[in-house]
């Protein structure tokens, strides 16, 4: 499991750090959220800023959302992820990301 791994309410929610040079402009942070859809959706097509709550949203479903913090952590959240088990697959698929994106080095 990553460092950072899940949280939020029975483990709907997965964060990472992105180092600051990787997101250097909101062009840099659209095409890290692009990719991120692109991970877990398999596509890119709806990703959409919203006006509340997370501020992306990843599919044309309305399941999965991203945001960042403050402090460069990336925070993906799936709806229905309430379950021990789902907990489970969250920190799996953060874990992926973590190592699709190469940014092994820059998690604490």
């Known amino acids: 499991m990553s460092k950072l791994g899940v949280r939020g309410n029975n483990g709907n929610e997965i964060r990472f ?7 250097q402009s909101d062009k840099q942070l659209e095409e890290l959220i692009k990719r991120l859809a692109r991970l877990i959706c398999n596509d890119d097509k709806h990703v959409s800023e919203r006006d509340s709550g997370y501020r992306w949203q990843l599919d044309d479903s309305n399941d999965w959302w991203a945001d960042i913090e403050a402090n460069n952590k990336i925070i993906i959240a799936y709806r229905y992820a309430f379950s021990p088990a789902a907990a489970q697959k969250m920190s799996k698929l953060c874990d992926t990301i973590i190592w699709r994106l190469n940014l092994e080095r820059f998690q604490s």
């Open 17 to 23: 750090f992105v180092h600051p040079n990787i997101i």
